[in-house]
């Protein structure tokens, strides 16, 4: 990035650019203010706000961002690919358009069912009525799996967050409910439509093969994907050097962000992981 000073154009050495961030609008912990504020003392230049199956964060916003950190409108958008969860980011688009709003209708539609599922799946081990806990947690937010998550601890069915993810709502738990969500063709089609690009979400996170990860992304590319996050959070170096090879192999766009939910974590904050190798195409460059 570059940025003028006394008429005169200078290449930034160090531009912080966050592409995946959770406000209150979904499973976030700060609201959309919030979150401009604290990237902003966290250097962030540029940042997307990637709420799960929504934009509210933006009507929230109501074009009142502060200028810095520059802001995107993103999303990240929940789908199914042979029977696992996977995200998809979808990254600068035109928040008013149509087929766009009303595919993320569809997704809201999806994700209620689905909340609905999983309460009755809780209610069996015992658990009283825990859509009504889970609306009150989830606010005017998106109810997603975490709020499920907040409500197991609460009332001390599980000890930690993450115990109730590793026994009740992670991968191939009784949580993991993915029917429902619009196909992969679809919600890139959506994103393309509004303008954006679409981006494959930390694709380490669903422990492919990567001879299946190949197989994801050929896929998503065949529906007209574009790119791929190839830095998310905090991660080794092999993993980096994995997915930038797969970026640069399949000729796709590289994003990078923190997917960030909550302050107060040292390991997680805005604009907190390695830089994308300079190789690379960033998505940035294509907008
Ligand atoms: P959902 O959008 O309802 O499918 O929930 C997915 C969200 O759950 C992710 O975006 C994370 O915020 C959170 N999550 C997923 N797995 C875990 C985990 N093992 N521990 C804590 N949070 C998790
Ligand atoms: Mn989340
Ligand atoms: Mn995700
Ligand atoms: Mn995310």
């Known amino acids: 990035m570059t940025f003028c000073l006394s008429g005169k154009t ?3 050495l160090v531009v912080i650019i966050d ?24 250097d962030v230049d540029m940042l997307a706000i990637t709420d799960h199956d929504t934009l509210d964060a933006f009507t929230q916003l109501n074009g009142q961002a502060p200028g ?8 990240e958008l929940s789908t199914a690919w042979h029977g696992s969860g996977i995200h998809i980011l979808g990254l600068n688009v035109d928040a008013s358009n149509d087929i766009l709003r009303r595919g993320i209708e569809r997704q809201q539609y999806a994700r209620l069912r689905r909340a609905e599922t999983i309460a009755r799946r809780l209610t069996k081990l015992g658990i009283e009525n825990p859509l009504h806990a889970v609306r009150a947690i989830a606010g005017n937010g998106s109810i997603g799996r975490p709020h499920f998550a907040q409500h197991l601890v609460d009332i001390g069915f599980v000890r930690d967050l993450r115990t109730a993810f590793r026994k009740y709502l992670g991968a191939g738990k009784l949580g993991d409910v993915n029917r429902g969500w619009a196909s992969m063709q679809d919600i890139v089609a959506w994103i393309l439509t509004a303008g954006g690009i679409p981006v494959v979400a930390h694709p380490a996170k669903y422990r492919f093969t990567m001879t299946k990860l190949r197989c994801l992304l050929d896929d998503f590319k065949d529906a007209g994907g574009q790119g791929i996050e190839v830095i998310c959070g905090h991660q080794s170096s092999a993993t980096t050097l994995q997915l930038a090879s797969l970026a640069e192999d399949l000729e796709l766009l590289a994003s990078c962000g923190s997917d960030f939910h909550q302050p107060g974590l040292p390991w997680s904050r805005p604009g907190g992981f390695a830089q994308l190798p300079d190789s690379l195409r960033k998505v940035w460059e294509a907008w």
């Open 10 to 12: 200078y290449n930034a």
């Open 19 to 42: 592409l995946h961030t959770h406000t209150t609008a979904s499973d976030g912990i700060l609201s959309p203010v919030e979150l401009l504020r604290h990237a902003n003392e966290n």
């Open 68 to 75: 810095i950190p520059k802001l995107i409108t993103g999303i």
